[in-house]
Nanobody, 115 residues
Framework: QVQVVESGGGLVQAGGSLRLSCAASGSTSSIQVTDWRRQAPGKQREFVARITSTGNSNVADSMKGRFTISRDNAKNTVYLQMSSLLVEDTAVYYC?????????WGQGTQVTVSS
């Protein structure tokens, strides 16, 4: 079992920055991939960024250059650094942890970007 907790969301003005954290606990040695997804009101959940246990990462094309994903293995935490935020980035951001057996979702953290 893996427990996943996101944090770091909040209200920010357009052009600002936020850093989201995804902290995992439990059977963290089984984690293979951690990704961030987001869901805006009335829209489907979409991929944001992904990082593997070995550090390989990728970011959605529409967010490249603004969003960066990283990990701190000692803290079992994955970070999503978001800069130059747009109003359209407003959404609930979810962390999804994939193991050999199943995936685990966090409860989500709200990011609201005001104009």
């Amino acid at each position: 079992q893996v427990q996943v907790v996101e944090s770091g969301g909040g209200l920010v003005q357009a052009g600002g920055s936020l850093r989201l954290s995804c902290a995992a606990s439990g059977s963290t040695s089984s984690i293979q991939v951690t990704d961030w997804r987001r869901q805006a009101p009335g829209k489907q959940r979409e991929f944001v960024a992904r990082i593997t246990s070995t550090g390989n990462s990728n970011v959605a094309d529409s967010m490249k250059g603004r969003f960066t994903i990283s990990r701190d293995n000692a803290k079992n935490t994955v970070y999503l650094q978001m800069s130059s935020l747009l109003v359209e980035d407003t959404a609930v951001y979810y962390c999804n942890v994939l193991t050999s057996f199943r995936n685990y979702w966090g409860q989500g953290t709200q990011v609201t970007v005001s104009s």
